[in-house]
Nanobody, 117 residues
Framework: QVQLVESGGGLVQAGGSLTLSCAVS????????MGWYRQAPQNQRELVAT???????DYLDSASGRFTIARDHAENRVDLQINNLKPEDTAVYYC???????????WGQGTQVTVSS
């Protein structure tokens, strides 16, 4: 059974930093993309960062260098470091995995990040 378990969310003051982690179990091979999305209240879910099996990274357009995604192949984990947090970063952050065989996509349950001003 495939599971994505996120950790690292919480309440942080503006200007602070967080590292979100997503541990993937039940699936080790055939992963094409790992990443993070977020959804703020009354907003659509949006891409924050992804990393391919080849190491290519893609970030939210407005990331401004504050986000760094990294994949740990040995631990089968994907981390997202967020620096200089802003109140507008407040959202539920979801881990995402896309693989090359069906079912193609998996989502974690989400971890809340709240940034106070």
């Amino acid at each position: 059974q495939v599971q994505l378990v996120e950790s690292g969310g919480g309440l942080v003051q503006a200007g602070g930093s967080l590292t979100l982690s997503c541990a993937v179990s039940g699936m080790r091979f055939g992963i094409a993309v790992m990443g993070w999305y977020r959804q703020a209240p009354q907003n659509q879910r949006e891409l924050v960062a992804t990393i391919t099996s080849g190491g290519s990274r893609d970030y939210l357009d407005s990331a401004s260098g504050r986000f760094t995604i990294a994949r740990d192949h040995a631990e089968n984990r994907v981390d997202l470091q967020i620096n200089n947090l802003k109140p507008e970063d407040t959202a539920v952050y979801y881990c995402y995995v896309k693989r090359v065989v069906r079912p193609y996509e998996f989502w974690g349950q989400g971890t809340q990040v709240t940034v106070s001003s």
